[in-house]
Antibody, heavy 118, light 107 residues
Framework: EVQLVQSGAEVRTPGESLRISCKGS????????ITWVRQMPGRGLEWMGR????????TYSPSFQGHVTISADKSITTAYLQWSSLKASDTAMYYC???????????WGQGTLVTVSS | DIQMTQSPSTLSASVGDRVTITCRAS??????LAWYQQKPGKAPKLLIY???NLQSGVPSRFSGSGSGTEFTLAISSLQPDDFATYYC?????????FGQGTKVEIK
């Protein structure tokens, strides 16, 4: 079974750093990109960026470029999303998904809730 | 960026109804469109890819159509499990973008 399992919920204060993870299993991890999607409370889906785990080539949405970093470790079939300095506006659910090279996202991880509050 | 606009934003319907959701792109995206279903507290689930291709395991009451700038998701006979929010997504060009969502509610 193809599966993406994300790390657990996180609570941080503004200015802190954070890295969340997404572990793939049941398929060849380097044959598909991993994409990250943000969903702010009560809002829709926003594509943040993607990574090719085979060579760690990344593409970011202009809306998120410079605010987050996407990385991957193919040896442990895990992708990461990280922030160097969180803001309250980063409070959201973050999903990873396997990104078919044709462009659709399937399957999705269960989501990681990030709460940033002082 | 390609803007995706869904209509309606909310749809009230009864079990057994046929419902349709429209998604319009700000420029032609050929058939590079996917549809997702999201239930409260859950991750989105792929329903349709390449505008009209049903993902494996998705009930046949779901169908997709369209090309260019206008697309439709139809549910032929609404079931209790279908009350959810639906999103379209274009993958013609980066950045990939989603519609704002259509919430299907019980009438």
């Amino acid at each position: 079974e193809v599966q993406l399992v994300q790390s657990g919920a996180e609570v941080r204060t503004p200015g802190e750093s954070l890295r969340i993870s997404c572990k793939g299993s049941g398929y060849s991890f380097t044959n598909y990109w991993i994409t990250w999607v943000r969903q702010m409370p009560g809002r829709g889906l926003e594509w943040m960026g993607r990574i090719d785990p085979s060579d760690s080539y990344t593409t970011y949405s202009p809306s998120f470029q410079g605010h987050v970093t996407i990385s991957a470790d193919k040896s442990i079939t895990t992708a990461y999303l990280q922030w160097s300095s969180l803001k309250a506006s980063d409070t959201a659910m973050y999903y990873c998904a396997r990104h078919d090279n044709m462009g659709w996202f399937d399957p999705w991880g269960q989501g990681t809730l990030v709460t940033v509050s002082s | 960026d390609i803007q995706m606009t869904q209509s309606p934003s909310t749809l009230s319907a009864s079990v057994g109804d046929r419902v349709t959701i429209t998604c319009r792109a700000s420029q032609s995206i050929s058939s590079w469109l996917a549809w997702y279903q999201q239930k409260p507290g859950k991750a989105p689930k792929l329903l349709i890819y390449k505008a009209s291709n049903l993902q494996s395991g998705v009930p046949s009451r779901f169908s997709g159509s369209g090309s260019g700038t206008e697309f439709t998701l139809a549910i032929s006979s609404l079931q209790p499990d279908d009350f959810a929010t639906y999103y379209c997504q274009q993958y013609n060009s980066s950045p990939w973008t989603f519609g704002q969502g259509t919430k299907v509610e019980i009438k």
